[in-house]
């Protein structure tokens, strides 16, 4: 059973920072590509970013390129969301996933998210 677990979601002002923080055991972590997807009101899922599994190689959505960076800690088993100069348009519930593959070739974005967590809010008020 693979268990993530998110923190650091909140409200924030148009312009502003947020840090979202995933966590889970070294034998779920190591070795498997992580990242963040979204899902706002009525809207589907979508990726956000995601990181390799070295903490080499990093892809994201086009529409949060320049805003934000995802990284991982190996050692402490963390991958996080620094969040800059957010919009309204942000706003929606954060998802920390994680591949189904162990030691996925390849570009991070086209891993297969198998495990979720259960989600951390953001709001960005304008």
């Known amino acids: 059973q693979v268990q993530l677990v998110e923190s650091g979601g909140g409200l924030v002002q148009a312009g502003g920072s947020l840090r979202l923080s995933c966590t889970t055991s070294r034998r779920t972590f190591s070795g498997y590509i992580m990242g963040w997807f979204r899902q706002a009101p009525g809207k589907e899922r979508e990726f956000v970013a995601a990181v390799s599994w070295s903490g080499e190689s990093t892809d994201y959505a086009d529409s949060v390129k320049g805003r934000f960076t995802i990284s991982r800690d190996n050692g402490e088993n963390t991958v996080d969301l620094q969040m800059n100069s957010l919009k309204p348009e942000d706003t929606a519930v954060y998802y920390c996933?994680?591949?189904?593959?162990?030691?996925?070739?390849?570009?991070?974005?086209?891993?297969?998210?198998?495990?979720w967590g259960q989600g951390t809010q953001v709001t960005v008020s304008s």
């Open positions: 996933a994680r591949d189904s593959t162990y030691l996925r070739l390849g570009s991070p974005a086209r891993a297969d998210f198998g495990s």
